[in-house]
């Protein structure tokens, strides 16, 4: 397979985006429309139902540098949430507690990252107490 | 992944005999990435400008057609803010007959005879269309803006 260059990689990853990925539960787009780097995005993630977070809208950042995709990009959460895998006060996604950042591959997208986040709301961060909804970090 | 004979071949003769105003120059560590460098056409709002763009050829090339993208800002009404590119020959009529080359050739002619009525950048096409005159000096402007280095 050729390697497909970064910034071709997330053009074809904002097309797909545009589109609307499966069932809405997630969904990114470019932060800035001008960026023609395409560096910082902002993502959402849609609690799952059957758990504490069901019906709250959670926002992200997600930050692609000049490495991406070899690298992993940079996730942190706008809106207050209590899962394992997110630094209480920052809320950045710490990697190390993420697996698809832990090990990360040149064929994960930002797609992968948030369905894996959304994955632990509904399985590690199922019952957790959380933070009122609208707050902020 | 080895490069198909066709892709080689064509870089040669980018290198060794480019289009005039057009330089293509491959990555070193992927050859089928491409760093272009295009001279805005003469008696166009871009003359005189020096206009960067990547051009990727993906797995399938020569059956589906190259990925490309401006890099410096342009303003045109066939180019978007992301500098990606309508064109026909980049999409549905890309035939496995035409190369790199011809593309790029392609995009150049562009510049030169934009073409409002099939934009990809709709507020840039209204402009050009209520006042083509003062679109042109918008892009004359960006020109000196954005193309200069």
């Known amino acids: 397979m050729a390697k497909v260059p970064r910034n071709f990689r997330l053009l074809e990853e ?7 990925i499966g069932d809405g539960t997630i969904s990114y787009g470019l932060a800035n429309p001008d960026d023609i780097f395409m560096s910082d995005w902002n993502g959402t993630i849609l609690g799952p139902p ?3 977070h069901e019906n709250r809208i959670y926002s992200l950042t997600l930050h692609c540098d000049q490495n991406y995709p070899d690298s992993a990009p940079i996730v942190k959460f706008i809106s207050k949430v209590n899962l394992p895998c997110v630094h209480a006060s920052t809320g950045r996604v710490e990697p190390s507690k993420l697996d698809c950042l832990a090990r990360w591959s040149r064929n994960y997208t930002m797609e992968t990252v948030l369905s894996e986040i959304r994955r632990e709301m509904a399985t590690s961060g199922r019952k957790l107490p959380q933070p009122p909804e609208g707050s902020t970090f | 992944m080895a490069l198909s004979k066709r892709i080689i071949k064509e870089t040669e003769r980018l290198l060794a005999d480019p289009a005039p105003g057009i330089q293509a120059t491959p990555h070193e560590d992927n050859l089928r990435y491409f760093d272009v460098v295009m001279s805005g ?7 005189g400008g020096s206009f960067k763009l990547e051009l990727f050829l993906p ?6 057609a190259p990925k490309v993208r401006f890099l410096t800002k342009i303003y045109h009404p066939n180019i978007d803010r992301l500098g990606r590119i309508c064109l026909d020959i980049l999409k549905d009529k890309w035939s496995p007959a035409l190369q790199i080359r011809t593309v790029l050739l392609s995009i150049q002619a562009l510049l030169s005879a934009p ?3 099939d934009p990809l950048a709709n507020d840039v096409a209204q402009h050009w269309k209520d006042n083509e005159k003062d679109a042109i000096n918008t892009a004359k402007e960006w020109t000196a803006k954005y193309a200069h280095e």
């Open chain 2, 115 to 117: 073409n409002p009525d």
């Open chain 1, 14 to 20: 904002l097309e797909k985006g545009e589109k609307g």
């Open chain 1, 50 to 52: 059957h758990s504490v």
């Open chain 2, 41 to 47: 056409p003469s008696q166009s709002p871009f003359e």
């Open chain 2, 59 to 64: 797995d399938d090339y020569p059956m589906t």
